[in-house]
């Protein structure tokens, strides 16, 4: 009887550890960021003909099978009116001061032009920052993208789509993404390797003063890309500018990058920044090598005032020609030898040996470039 009573109270013990343990959240499990997560991201769940977790903010819009980019559907914005716009919203995703975010989306112009907003909100909900791309392009699926560090304040972004002002025309959009960029906590300088793209343009890079700029497969230094830039006129400049990295004043940095030209010279540029985005002064150096790759580097310290750091690669205003860039870094330069030690540069030489150093164990030698 007692052993029937035991076995009875066991299983009514091991019923509730069952019970207790799904209710019982583990401290590593509770305290784990969650992704953010875009809501109908494809636009493929439609209800009363419009894309179900998005908001019209005005004008004429609809879900739509006529072109897509993937799956069935994608949304119509259709503006009529030079003098009006026509919008759309996604629902609020949650965000954190400081963190990186990127917004992209597909979008194919039958008529004018389209554009993505990265909107973000305070908790009043105030729209305190709002970073757009736009695609100028007709007939084809062209994707837009946006890298946006949250700004103080920030508690939630939004994704809009949008006919601005002035625009007339119809305009498709499918497939948008909302995403938290992890960074590499090795390097500052994202994509230096230009392999992650973005509509054939290297992820991170911004094209400046426009130009004939391109992601490309013909030649790369190493992995399978690197970015084609074509200059072809004398009297203007193109290049392409990284993304801000934070810097300390007084502090020694080096940009690097490996140019092929293939005709006429290339140019690395290590800008500095004030907190307020006015450019405080720039390192410049530059390659004339033809057809093989070869390094350039630009070291300098960080001026009075100064809070971040960008790597221009660039074909100057003067030049014409093609050159691709690859394997571009970002980092502290290396302390100069110390004035203190005598011969720091092993420059001096006594009897074969560096002079002002002694030998201690083994065979000691003075090895010289290209030797």
Known sequence: MSRIRS????????????????????????KADTPPTLPNSGFEQVSGGKPLNWSVMSGTVTSSTYTVH?????????????????????????????????????????????????????????????????????????QLGISQTAPTGAVYASLRVYSGLGNIGTSYFDDADFQELVKDPNTPLRNGGMESTIDGMPRYWDSIFGGNITSSLEQKR?????????????????????????????????AEVFAYDESGASTIFLEFWDANNTNLTNVIAGSTSQNEWKPI??????????????IRLYLGATNIGTTYFDDAKFGEASPDPSPNLNNGRFELLDNGKPSQWRGVDGVAGIWRDGL
Not at 97 to 122: C, H, I, R, T
Not at 243 to 250: H, N, R, Y
Not at 297 to 310: I, K
């Open 7 to 30: 076995s009875q109270y066991l299983s009514v013990f091991l019923s509730f550890l069952m019970v207790l343990s799904v209710f019982t959240v583990l401290p590593g499990k509770a």
């Open 70 to 142: 993937s799956a069935v559907y994608s949304v119509q914005l259709t503006d009529n009116s030079s003098t009006a716009s026509v919008g759309l919203r996604s629902q609020k995703i949650s965000v954190t001061p400081g963190k990186d975010y990127e917004a992209s989306v597909y979008s194919y112009n039958a008529q004018g032009s389209s554009s993505l907003y990265l909107e973000f909100w305070d908790a009043n909900n105030t729209l305190i920052l709002f970073p757009t791309a736009t695609n100028n392009t007709l007939n084809q699926w062209k």
């Open 222 to 254: 190493s992995g399978d890309r690197s970015v084609k830039i074509v200059d072809t006129s004398a009297s203007a400049g193109i290049g392409v500018r990284s993304q801000k990295m934070p810097v300390s004043v007084g502090v020694k940095y080096k």
């Open 297 to 310: 580097r630009a070291v300098g310290a960080a001026p009075v005032g100064a809070a971040y750091a960008t």
